[in-house]
């Protein structure tokens, strides 16, 4: 009875705080917006449209969290404005100033989500390199000034304006402002940090280093000493990395339904592919999946993988030392967001990184990437390049990743809340045949039409599979136990001129992605030795005798499926 009286007293106080000074309310949100990105005054609407879309099956709770976070942030600022006590207010305004100087000093470099994780974590292995800070004085001249006209401006509304004084006991609704906050980001994966005021995301970014992701992040090294002994084999080298695409229902692989019609027709009369048939992903989760393809670390190397992950260079540096241009394009990841454990250290070794905005729909990605590539290609075709394409492919919910009128398998879901039910399994499984028929079997349709193949080879497989209520479980991937083998199972292709003779499949011996990364690094001309220590590329192919079930899951243990 009490902790109801209470939490209607809070209600109450409230209502009545936003009904009496909903002017400021709303002045203090307009702020809030503007200044979430000074380059993008509309960030904070897309962000909601974004979040409200039904990207999966709790696309309207996503985004009511985010809209009720965000405005419980702008409720934080109000009350620091009616705090009786001075001091309390000064140290409350002084917060705000440093925090709103950081996040302006981010957005002022171009980084127009403002300060990130990922740039606490740099911040905190850079402290020793404050002195490097001198190069951007102007920058941070000018997000100071900012910061201190929008101090000016609470301290105006607070003396003239906002008179309304309370108890210095209701500052800890700031504090539950920002857990609110901190928690809608941990709990609903969509919402990012970055979305929210910066005097709430910033101790919430905190919190969250401290608490998940105190990590000793540093530059990898390539061993000096490691060069290429031959000439590459082709100037351009391209991984293209799909989402969700299970390698068993594709119909080249024997599914009964013919969902790959183009490449089974591009196998029968061509030499441009070589199809390795369903192999094993390197992880059922697309993180670490991403993660380790770029290491080359896998579960048949013999090494301690925590310590592999930390520690190994990538697949970029590799490749820029072998006089490569490199390229990444990822359709998955926010406009300038690190993922899938890329660092800040990683991305130097990468020439040219895209991301889209989220305003851009998931079925039109990957096409927009691919027209960006074909044109690159063709305009620049002297430099040797590698790129990585990371798609968005496949990704649950699967109505969503292909236009309607493509729509080839039926009956199939027309809605995507309430799929994942057993009841609905025909349709769903429709649904995401008709996802592989258009973002595989159609996507290489038109990169073939789009990419000259005669010095080029395109390694295509996908970062996981999925479990479609094949168990008890209602995930489709990412699962620690009871894992179903279409899980962790995928395709790998191989498209180049000639490459049924280049890459040619030997039917006593077994296949895995994971000899993408030593099969790369033997094209761009590194000798045995360095392309050994990977393991054995696809010339030469697993023993039959050789287990193929193992993988790594997310906690990075060894699994394999049931």
Not at 69 to 88: H, N, P, R
Not at 287 to 309: E, H, V
Request: aromatic share 14%; glycine share 4%.
């Amino acid at each position: 009875m009490k902790n109801n009286l209470k939490q209607n007293k809070i209600l109450n106080w409230l209502t009545d705080l936003i009904r009496k000074y909903s002017l400021i309310f709303l002045f203090i949100a307009i702020l809030s917006f503007l200044l979430q990105s000074i380059y993008n005054p509309f960030f904070v609407y897309q962000e909601a449209d974004y979040l409200f879309q039904p990207y999966d099956l709790r696309g309207i709770a996503k985004g009511l969290i985010y809209v009720l976070s965000y405005l419980v942030s702008i409720l934080g600022i109000m009350v620091i404005l009616g705090i009786k006590s001075t001091i309390i207010f000064g140290i409350f305004l002084f917060g705000i100033f440093v925090f709103y100087s950081i996040d302006l000093f981010v957005q002022l470099l171009g980084i127009t989500r403002g300060f990130s994780l990922d740039k606490y974590i740099l911040a905190m292995n850079e402290a020793g390199n404050y002195g490097y800070l001198e190069s951007y004085i102007d920058y941070i001249l000018y997000a100071f000034l900012l910061a201190l006209l929008l101090i000016s401006l609470l301290v105006f509304i607070r003396k003239k304006v906002y008179k309304k004084r309370y108890s210095s006991k209701w500052s800890f609704f700031v504090f539950i402002s920002i857990i609110s906050v901190y928690y809608a980001s941990v709990k609903v994966s969509s919402i990012q940090l970055t979305a929210f005021p910066a005097f709430t995301k910033i101790p919430a970014i905190m919190i969250l280093y401290r608490t998940k992701f105190k990590i000793e992040m540093k530059e990898r090294v390539l061993d000096p000493n490691i060069k290429t002994e031959k000439e590459a084999r082709n100037k351009n080298i391209i991984w293209i990395i799909d989402e969700s695409i299970t390698g068993s229902y594709l119909s080249i692989n024997g599914y009964e339904k013919n969902t790959t019609p183009y490449l089974s027709q591009l196998l029968n009369t061509t030499n441009t592919i070589s199809n390795y048939g369903i192999v094993n992903a390197v992880s059922n989760c697309s993180s670490p999946s991403n993660y380790y393809l770029r290491l080359g670390i896998n579960p048949r190397l013999d090494l301690n993988i925590k310590q592999a992950s930390l520690n190994f260079p990538t697949i970029y540096q590799y490749a820029k030392r072998a006089g490569y241009e490199t390229w990444l394009y990822d359709s998955q990841a926010a406009k300038d967001k690190l993922q899938n454990n890329l660092s800040i250290y990683d991305v130097k070794a990468v020439d040219h990184f895209y991301t889209l905005d989220r305003s851009v729909l998931p079925r039109t990605r990957d096409a927009i990437f691919l027209d960006d590539v074909s044109k690159m290609l063709k305009d620049d075709s002297t430099k040797k390049k590698f790129i990585v394409l990371v798609k968005f492919g496949a990704h649950f919910p699967y109505l969503l990743s292909y236009d309607n009128s493509s729509t080839f398998f039926k009956p199939a879901m027309d809605v995507t809340y309430g799929g994942m039910a057993l009841k609905n399994k025909e349709k769903l499984i429709n649904t995401y045949l008709n996802s592989i028929r258009n973002n595989t079997d159609l996507y290489i349709k038109d990169l073939i039409t789009k990419i000259d193949l005669s010095d080029t080879v395109v390694f295509y497989t996908s970062d996981h599979g999925q479990n479609i209520l094949e168990s008890s479980g209602k995930t489709t991937h990412c699962n620690e136990e009871g894992i179903v083998k279409n899980e962790t199972t995928v395709p790998l292709l191989v498209l180049h001129e000639n490459a049924s003779k280049k890459f040619p499949i030997n039917a006593a011996k077994n296949y895995s992605q994971i000899q993408m990364f030593p099969t790369t690094l033997s094209l761009m001309g590194y000798g045995d030795k360095v392309v050994d220590s990977y393991g054995v590329t696809l010339w030469k192919g697993l023993s039959k005798n050789e287990e193929r079930k193992f993988f790594i899951t997310y906690s990075e243990k060894i699994a394999d499926y049931k």
